[in-house]
């Protein structure tokens, strides 16, 4: 396994904690979004375009953009969001 | 101690030495020791006469397969409308919704300047990955992507009332079902001939053109117009829920 390979590897893994540690909703979709990019480059590196490509458009294009749109729905049409905490 | 963390430290008991057990006697990285791969390239690269194998097998080995995916994403698509729209009825407004209170910004001369430039470029680019499918990496799932993906950008760059003026959404639903029913379609000329289901009948052509790989670039077509009218379709069902209600709605 070469140098390139794991640093991909621990990118991967680095992005993927980093989107179960983010708490804020939003946040969260755009950490999703950097882990599906890691995996983008993983899989290019790996020699799998086609895999890479799929990744690339669905995990950092489309499943963003539905997850922000159900958010912003969230808050046009659920009920009145309580007072921040922080 | 949490309950939960305790339930974390009861499973990693067992499922770490587990995922070390299988770990160290897995196949060496990046060995491949089952000849499946090399027969599909073989098979692939002299009969068929296509350079990328991912599509060969795609559209042509595993072909019923593909027509299985092509009808679970009709279903996915179709199931995600229906409720969408349950909850808001079909009629569309050309206004986005704001919260009361909070203004939307103006959107900013660089995006625009940007999404005029790359929707286009993003349109041929997935143009290109869906017809190059049996030549280069890419294929009518990816490109079909790309392709939704340069609509979404029109959204970005020029509104939402914008958006909905340059895409009808009876274009999506027929790319989409179009899509979907050439792919059946095309199947049933292997039948028409005596052969089977989904069998490659037309002639491989000349290795390196587009229209190399016989049946598989008509396949392709056919998930591509899917893919990319399902896909944006979806976007369009989930974006027009964050439009202003209509008189009387909600």
């Not at chain 1, 980093?18 to 020699?47: C, D, K, S, Y």
């Not at chain 2, 995922?19 to 009969?47: K, Q, V, W």
């Amino acid at each position: 396994m070469s140098l390139l390979l794991i640093t991909l590897f621990l990118l991967v893994a680095a992005t993927g904690t980093g989107v179960v540690l983010t708490r804020e909703p939003r946040r969260q979709v755009l950490a999703l979004a950097a882990n599906g990019l890691a995996l983008t480059l993983l899989f290019t590196a790996l020699q799998a375009p086609d895999a890479a490509f799929s990744q690339l458009v669905v995990g950092t294009a489309a499943v963003p953009l539905l997850f922000l749109v159900a958010l912003a729905s969230l808050r046009l049409h659920g009920p009145p969001k309580e007072e921040r905490k922080e | 101690m949490r309950p939960r963390l305790l339930l974390a430290l009861a499973a990693a008991l067992v499922l770490v030495p587990a995922a070390l057990l299988l770990a160290f006697r897995m196949p060496e990285f990046g060995a491949h020791p089952l000849p499946y791969g090399d027969a599909a390239t073989a098979l692939m690269l002299h009969e068929r006469h296509v350079t990328n194998m991912v599509s060969g097998v795609n559209f042509d080995l595993r072909a019923i397969d593909t027509l299985g995916e092509e009808i679970m994403l009709l279903a996915a698509v179709g199931g995600a409308v229906m409720l969408l729209r349950g909850a808001r009825g079909e009629g569309g407004q050309r206004r986005a919704a704001a919260i009361p209170g909070r203004p939307i910004p103006r959107r900013s001369e660089a995006v625009v300047l940007l999404c005029r430039l790359l929707a286009p470029v993003t349109l041929l680019f997935g143009l290109y990955v869906v017809l190059h499918a049996q030549l280069t990496p890419g294929g009518g799932f990816q490109g079909g992507v790309i392709i939704a993906s340069a609509m979404l950008l029109v959204w970005l760059g020029e509104g939402y009332a914008a958006w909905r003026r340059m895409l009808p959404g009876p274009l999506l639903h027929a790319l989409e079902g179009g899509g979907a029913a050439l792919y059946a379609l095309a199947g049933l000329a292997g039948l028409a001939l005596g052969d089977a289901f989904l069998a490659n009948v037309l002639p491989p052509g000349e290795s390196g053109s587009l229209l190399s790989g016989g049946l598989i670039p008509l396949l392709n077509l056919g998930v591509a117009l899917a893919v990319a009218g399902g896909f944006a379709m979806l976007f369009l069902e989930f974006l027009e829920e964050t439009r202003a209600p209509e008189e009387g709605e909600e």
